[in-house]
């Protein structure tokens, strides 16, 4: 007989009921019943299914699931596209000053001036950083940061001519959250191909780009890793159609302090916090992605904005042409905190050679792994480099399997079979956070990798070996999801 | 492999002009993995030929499911929404909607099981 491993089990597995985490002292005052108090509707008859626990239990269990995680504090997180970079700490004890963390975010403006100076002073940095000076920090994440973007294009195009076009173009490299975005705000979609290098056609553009087109959305650098090149001759193209161009800064990594956006054409961008600028990323979150454009948007900006007066800083609500509010109270303040920490911390040149070392750290791994995988667009990258399995495949080794063979050898995979106009795209993202050594170790396990599928296809079929659990059932995780915990019967 | 009673697009999507029925190609099914989901239009709706008319997502990726002609969805197979794993298994067989053509004309533009090979080779 084999006995379920506890290691293993759900904390709703381990309760034992009658078990407590606590211990409380005698009543000082004599009970008050809630009944009565408080209107029935909202009153809650039990707590079933509660886990009981005793507090060492608790805090093993948690800490045990915490050593099976891997996070950017454990190793190298080569996650393309999502900028896994380290998340300083002194980030951590900025957040977490008293006059910061227990502030209300419905005090009064003349006695919360710290908290609104904060958002005042970053909100400038991103404006310079991106040469767009007009900025919302409210949107909550990229995705948000998108919507909350096309819907200032919507209003500003309604203002001007009094109808807000019908297309918005985008690359067929984009995130998929673009065209969704783009949907949301009632526009169709059209696909614009990419040309053979991996870039926006910019004659391609040219015929796509009719009065019934609001505007271009597109990444620079592209999903591809490209820097587009033809950026200006494509936002000329635009604006002398009447469109406006969006550019989503997901990968603005590579750009910070070496080429600003409002500079090259773009009208209207967002930026995400936990991506370029160092704020926690990936469960450790919450995200935030400002809005950032010319001074012509200033009008439809989400309210509050945060304005300087004689009498100190205030949140201005007047802004009849506003959008509107997009989030709660002022966004995610705990990571609009840390991105200005981070930008105080590196300082102009340090902003730069974050920039440089994430370029440089790519174009390594991609200088050394050239040989070893194909490299669809083999031609100097920014930030981040796609190989594909396509010479793997001739001894039957996919993506997938290289991927899951990285965790053993101690790397979180890249992002696999994205974008997707690359067949078996491995997407590779070093950030500026490694260092040579790092750099080498994944460099030597791509290597590893690469004469195992020549050598010993099936053991990367099986990988990982190293976890505690080697691959799980996808298809069948994804088809009949179990979300929920139900108690056995009996 | 690929049934000469069919007409095939571009994108992957195959059309049996009999029938109006459509799906996804064999090799379409190949590149995606392991299907999970499938989005359908509903009966009634008109489609024109190239434009996106549901999806199919699998482990990999959500990809669009393009009309192969214009028309008017005339059934749609719940069965397969309910089991889309069978597209990995009989993507030939496993039809997703069928389509009233608004334009026979157009059929003339598809490319036959010869022509469609050429193209995934």
Redesign the interface.
């Known amino acids: 007989m084999t006995t379920p491993d506890h290691r293993d089990q759900l904390i709703f597995e381990l309760s034992t009921p009658g078990r407590k985490g606590y211990s409380l002292p005698a009543h000082d005052v004599p009970p008050a019943p809630l009944e009565g108090g408080v209107p029935d509707g909202l009153l809650r008859s039990g707590l079933a299914g509660f886990p009981e626990m005793t507090e060492v239990g608790l805090v093993r269990h948690f800490t045990r699931l915490s050593t099976w995680n891997y996070g950017v504090d454990t190793g190298m997180y080569p996650l393309g596209s999502c900028t896994m970079k380290y998340n300083p700490k002194v980030n951590e004890a900025a957040a977490r000053m008293r006059g910061f963390a227990e502030v209300h975010p419905l005090a009064p403006d003349e006695a919360a001036q710290g908290a609104l100076a904060i958002m005042h002073a970053l909100a400038g940095m991103l404006g310079e950083i991106t040469g767009l000076p007009t900025v919302s920090l409210q949107p909550a994440a990229g995705a948000h940061g998108e919507l909350t973007g096309m819907m200032m294009i919507r209003k500003r195009l309604i203002t001007r001519d009094g109808h807000p076009r019908k297309l918005v173009l985008i690359p067929d490299s984009a995130h998929?959250t673009n065209p969704s975005s783009a949907h949301l705000c009632g526009y169709q979609v059209r696909e614009i191909k990419s040309c053979a290098r991996g870039n926006l056609s910019v004659s391609v553009l040219a015929e796509a780009m009719t009065p019934e087109v609001a505007g271009l959305m597109l990444t620079n650098p592209n999903t591809l890793g490209m820097f587009e090149d033809e950026i200006c001759d494509a936002a000329r193209i635009v604006h002398e159609k009447g469109g406006l161009v969006y550019c989503d800064g997901a990968n603005m990594n590579a750009l910070i302090g070496k080429a600003r956006p409002g500079d090259f054409g773009v009208d209207i961008m967002h930026l995400n916090l936990h991506k370029t600028f160092s704020t926690p990323h990936g469960g450790g979150g919450p995200g935030s992605g400002p809005v950032v454009a010319t001074r012509e948007f200033e009008p439809f900006l989400p309210t509050p904005v945060v304005v300087a007066t004689r009498d100190g800083l205030r949140l201005d609500y007047d802004r009849p042409l506003s959008i509107g509010r997009v989030k709660a109270f002022h966004g995610n303040f705990g990571m609009i905190l840390r991105a200005y920490a981070y930008i105080r911390a590196l300082g102009p040149k340090g902003i730069r050679e974050s920039a440089e070392n994430a370029v440089l750290n790519a174009n390594y791994v991609r200088a050394r792994l050239r040989d070893a995988y194909e490299v669809p667009y083999d031609r100097v990258n920014m930030h981040e480099v796609i190989f594909s399995d396509h010479k793997q495949n001739e001894y039957g080794v996919t993506t997938l399997d290289i991927a899951k063979r990285l965790i053993d050898l101690g790397f979180h995979p890249p992002t696999?079979?994205?974008p997707?106009i690359v067949?078996g795209a491995l997407m590779v993202e070093p950030t500026e956070s490694e260092g040579l050594d790092e750099l080498d170790r994944f460099v030597e396990a791509m290597l590893q990798i690469a004469e195992e599928a020549r050598t010993n296809p099936d053991l990367l079929k099986k990988a990982p070996v190293t976890t505690r659990r080697s691959r799980f059932d996808?298809?069948t995780a994804?088809?009949k999801p179990i979300l929920k915990w139900t108690r056995p019967v009996g | 492999m690929y049934p000469q009673t069919y007409k095939y697009t571009n994108d992957h999507e195959w059309i049996d002009l009999a029938t109006g029925r459509m799906g996804v190609t064999d090799y379409a099914q190949k590149?995606l993995g392991?299907i999970?989901?499938l989005e359908l239009p509903e009966v009634g709706k008109t489609v024109k030929k190239g434009e996106q008319m549901g999806s199919v997502?699998s482990?990999?990726?959500?990809?669009e499911i393009f009309a192969p002609v214009s028309g008017t969805i005339a059934e749609v197979n719940a069965g397969l929404a309910e089991k889309?794993?069978s597209i990995n298994l009989d993507a030939h067989g496993s039809w997703m909607v069928a389509i009233t053509p608004a334009d026979p004309a157009e059929a003339q533009e598809l490319l036959d099981a010869a022509q469609y090979a050429e193209l995934t080779k």
């Open positions: 998929g696999i079979y994205f997707l067949h996808e298809a994804a088809r | 590149q392991d999970v989901f997502e482990v990999k990726a959500v990809s889309p794993e």
